[in-house]
Every structure is written in structure tokens, then in C-alpha cells.
């Protein structure tokens, strides 16, 4: 443990680990303080699996594929047929993770928090670090964590702007523009294959439900949604309803894939959460839904809830004034930037509670985001990186996917690192 780093991230999610990975690799001194006991953010603490596949031109993808690479090496990532290289396992994340962070020479403190933030005008000049664990390294060196320690750099990439909350920076926030959450889980014991066989027997719509083999293993994916669209699983959906199985809300938004090196384990992005769910109504959701699964699913009967996520997954939340506020007009028309950290083509993707009022409004061209969209405003060397950028609602929308989360990381570490 240093007194000083040029870079302290707060936050080991996607965005947090990619910016530390890629910094420490060009020379930074890099520090994470990670509020849970690993790192991996939405993909290992709210099952966030897969990765949405994003545009082949993308750019920052360094990470990205040294991520694949290592999970490939313990079973813990496949390439689906449709050419994703997103379909990771939640658990060996966290291992593979671990594994790129020590090799990079990037130190972390888990359950730990930032304490105070020590400033001068526009300049963060260092923090304090509050821990609740007796597991990292630094207890037993006798360091004191209340000190000071200074930094070049802070990067806020708690997904909620925590830090940029502390520094009372100014927000974009419209409460009237959210979407739902979701408290993700999967279920093992399932015979995949009989499932696989099934689906694919029972929806013909291949933009919906598909399935392929890799390594000898099945894997799949179908969905069903509440809103009016010609869903092969609406007839099975409404009896299970009928039969007070599950509550017509329980499946507003049912989504499932395999789960990458299992040859009986199903992700679902399930339940969609509403307004007063929290996660004691959450949890109850996902108890339904299993019994869903075992009743009217082939391949199910004898499956059971092997995970259920630790947090809530978020969509959208604080979102952070920076030197240039992103807007859904950049990203329509495809404006051109000087420093792009993020190239995809990801569509506009927002969810609604209500029936039929969700968007996934495509783009067609390939759109860009400005480096200067992670740069809070009133401070020269304050960053945010993941969901919290500097942008307007419909265009986070498209930005928050895991991909991207990953390039805006390592674009700011590039950046950094020539500075």
C-alpha cells in the first residue's frame, strides 16, 4: 500500500476494472477500493450475463479480449453462434478478474469505501479509506487507513456517482426518466438439451430463440415479454397464470441464456422489478418464477434456483455534468469526435413497467462518445466512468451495456497514460 498512485478508482465494476487493468499495463500506479469482497460489478454481483453483442468496429477492446482469453482458460467463456464473445460465467469472473489485477500489478481493497475527499478549488488532491475487511493486505503492514493517501487521479466509477455525490457536483438527473431493475438468477439442474430441442421446436423466430452447440455442450436463448408481440411462449404464459403459478408481472420481462462452461445451468434477466419491488418482493418473484420453469418448461422438471443476484441490477441512476453533456442527437446523427473512447452501434434501449412502452429504438450507424463525456464539470482531474457519464437519458440508454462500459475504462486509462 502507497501513499500515493496516480490513479484511485472507486468502483471494481466493468468500466472500473477495464480503466485499471489497461492503466496499470501502460506504467500508472493504479489503486481500486471495491465495496464488495471481488470485482466484476454487474456481470458477478447482479448476474449481468451476457454481454450485448455491440458493433465489429468497436475500439478499446484490449481489455475486453484479455478478459475472454483468461475466463477461456478456466471454461469460463464461449463465443455464441451469433458471433458474441460476451458470454461469461458470473463465478470464474471473479477468478479471472483477480488473476489480470495481480499480474498487472493493480492493488485492490475490497469492502472498503472512500472516506473523505481532500480538494483544492478545482483539484483532488487525495482521500481517506474507511474498510470493513481483515483480508486486505494492508492491515497486516499496520497501515493506517485515515491517512491521507494523494493521487493524480480519481475516477468515479461507482455506478451511482458516489463520489461525485461527496464532491457536490452538478447532475443531470430528471426523475420522471427511469427504468425498471431487475434481480437477475439461474437456475441449475436443467436439461438443457430437452429444453434446446423444445424452444426451438416451439418459437421458429430466430431473432428470439436460438440455440448451438460448443465444446459438446448446448446452449441457448428465448425470451417473452408482457407487451403485445407475437411471443411463442404467450399461450404457456397465460396458463401458468391461469393456474395462479406465477402473477402476470412476474414475467413482464423474461429473458434466459446458457450459462457459459455449465451444461446445466440458465441465467435469467428476471424479474423486471416494479415500482415498490424491493428485494424481499424481488426474491419472491424468482421463487415463482422457478416454479414456472419446473412446470411448463421441458427440460426444467427437476431444476432448481442455484443463484440468486446479490444486488439489484440498475439501468439507470445518477448521471454526472461533465465538460460535455452526450446527447441523443449526437448519437442519431453519428457526430464525430477528436477523442472517441466508445464506438458502437448498440440500439436505444429502454425499459418501461407499463405494457407496450418500452423502446429498443435501432441506430444504423455507428456512433461515438467524446472522451470529454467523462470529465466532470468544476474539476480538472475528477472522471467518471460506466451508467454515470455525462449523458442525457435515451442516449445512457445505449451507452450503459457492459462493451461499452469496458471501452470508455480503458479509453480513459489510454488517455491518462499519455498525459
Known amino acids: 500500500m502507497k501513499n500515493r498512485y496516480d490513479l484511485i478508482i472507486a468502483g471494481g465494476g466493468t468500466a472500473g476494472v477495464s480503466c485499471a487493468y489497461i492503466a496499470a499495463k501502460l506504467g500508472l500506479e493504479v489503486l481500486i477500493i471495491e465495496k464488495n469482497s471481488y470485482l466484476g460489478g454487474t456481470i458477478t454481483s447482479s448476474l449481468v450475463v451476457p454481454a450485448m453483442k455491440t458493433s465489429d468496429n468497436a475500439i478499446n477492446t484490449d481489455f475486453f479480449n484479455e478478459l475472454y482469453k483468461n475466463l477461456e482458460q478456466i471454461n469460463g467463456a464461449i463465443t455464441y453462434c ?10 470464474l469472473t471473479k477468478i479471472a478478474l483477480d488473476k489480470m489485477m495481480t499480474e498487472a500489478g493493480v492493488e485492490v481493497l475490497f469492502e472498503s469505501f472512500i472516506n473523505n475527499i481532500y480538494t483544492n478549488n478545482t483539484k483532488v488532491l487525495s482521500i481517506s479509506i474507511d474498510t470493513i475487511s481483515s483480508h486486505n493486505n494492508l492491515l497486516y503492514n499496520n497501515i493506517i487507513l485515515s491517512n491521507p493517501i494523494e493521487t493524480r487521479y480519481l475516477i468515479d466509477a461507482t455506478g451511482d456517482a458516489k463520489i461525485c455525490q461527496k464532491l457536490n457536483c452538478e447532475f443531470l438527473n430528471n426523475n420522471s426518466e427511469t427504468q425498471p431493475t431487475s434481480l437477475r438468477f439461474i437456475m441449475s439442474g436443467v436439461n438443457v438439451e430437452e429444453f434446446s430441442s423444445w424452444i426451438m421446436e416451439l418459437d421458429k423466430d430466430r431473432d428470439v430463440t ?16 408482457w407487451d403485445s408481440t407475437k411471443w411463442a411462449l404467450k399461450p404457456i404464459v397465460e396458463q401458468a397464470i391461469s393456474d395462479n403459478v406465477v402473477e402476470a408481472a412476474d414475467l413482464n420481462y423474461f429473458q434466459l441464456f446458457s450459462v457459459a462452461g455449465t451444461q446445466d445451468s440458465i441465467a435469467f434477466n428476471a424479474p423486471r422489478l416494479l415500482a415498490n419491488d424491493g428485494y424481499i418482493l424481488a426474491r419472491e418473484r424468482v421463487l415463482r418464477l422457478s416454479r414456472f420453469c419446473n412446470k411448463y418448461l421441458k ?23 461533465g465538460k460535455y453533456v452526450y446527447k441523443i442527437e449526437d448519437l442519431l446523427t453519428s457526430k464525430v469526435f477528436d477523442n472517441p473512447v466508445v464506438i458502437s452501434n448498440y440500439p436505444v434501449d429502454i425499459h418501461s413497467k407499463e405494457k407496450d412502452s418500452s423502446t429498443l429504438q435501432k441506430v444504423y450507424k455507428e456512433y461515438q462518445l467524446p472522451l470529454e463525456s467523462l470529465q466532470a464539470e468544476g474539476f480538472d482531474n475528477l472522471y467518471v466512468i460506466g451508467r454515470c457519464i455525462s449523458a442525457d437519458f435515451k442516449s445512457q440508454a445505449a451507452l450503459r451495456i457492459i462493451p461499452s462500459c ?14
Request: proline content about 2%.
Open 82 to 91: 451469433d458471433g458474441n464473445k460476451g458470454w461469461f460465467n458470473p463465478e
Open 299 to 321: 427440460g426444467f422438471e427437476k431444476a432448481y434456483i442455484s443463484s440468486i443476484a446479490n444486488s439489484i441490477g440498475v439501468r439507470v441512476s445518477n448521471r454526472v455534468k
Open 210 to 225: 436460438t440455440s448451438c452447440k460448443i465444446d459438446g455442450n448446448t446452449y441457448c436463448s428465448t425470451a417473452y415479454t
Open 406 to 419: 469496458f471501452s470508455m475504462g480503458e479509453g480513459l486509462a489510454k488517455y491518462l497514460a499519455k498525459k
